[in-house]
């Protein structure tokens, strides 16, 4: 049986944390094929409206949590 890269979702749980100051983030989203799901913790409205678009933009799944 042979996995592909597009058969694997990675789970990236942020709290507080701009998805675009994150290290994390940058690295994943250079990934072609990857299945990002960015979950957001965070209690700051703002950065929580910045990553639901920024993780859109990259047609990543986004959760609010």
Known sequence: ???????????MVTY???CQDSL???NL???NGLNLIVC?????VAIKK???QLSQSDNFKYIDM
């Open 24 to 26: 994390t983030y940058k």
């Open 40 to 44: 957001d913790n965070s209690t700051n």
């Open 50 to 52: 910045e990553n639901e």
């Open 16 to 18: 507080n944390t701009s």
């Open 1 to 11: 049986m042979s996995i592909k890269l597009s058969d694997l979702y990675v789970i």
């Open 29 to 31: 989203k250079t990934i």
